[in-house]
Nanobody, 123 residues
Framework: QVQLVESGGGLVQAGGSLRLSCAAS????????MGWFRQAPGKEREFVAT????????YYADSVKGRFTISRDNAKNTVYLQMNSLKPEDTAVYYC????????????????WGQGTQVTVSS
């Protein structure tokens, strides 16, 4: 069993930055690929970014490529999402996720979910 706890959400103006963190706990937490998904009001949950357990492989949604960076620190069992140049359309609840590989996770095959953290970008 893996537990995921997100933090770092909040309110920011358009053009600003936020860094989300996701702390994973559990015996095998560091062996999982990790990722971020988001869900805006009235919309389906969507893939944002994933990273392999080693950190060598990453995937990004086209809508965030060049603005968001996913990274991980396996010594701390933590994955990060650095979000720059934020736009109002980035407003959503952001969920941390764990899965078998970065590619599998990107396709929505999630083994574990976090509880989510709200990100609101004002115009």
């Amino acid at each position: 069993q893996v537990q995921l706890v997100e933090s770092g959400g909040g309110l920011v103006q358009a053009g600003g930055s936020l860094r989300l963190s996701c702390a994973a706990s559990g015996r095998t937490a560091s062996s999982y690929a990790m990722g971020w998904f988001r869900q805006a009001p009235g919309k389906e949950r969507e893939f944002v970014a994933t990273i392999s357990w080693s950190g060598a492989v990453t995937y990004y949604a086209d809508s965030v490529k060049g603005r968001f960076t996913i990274s991980r620190d396996n010594a701390k069992n933590t994955v990060y999402l650095q979000m720059n140049s934020l736009k109002p359309e980035d407003t959503a609840v952001y969920y941390c996720a764990a899965g078998d590989s970065a590619l599998v996770l990107r396709r929505g095959n999630v083994a574990y979910w976090g509880q989510g953290t709200q990100v609101t970008v004002s115009s």
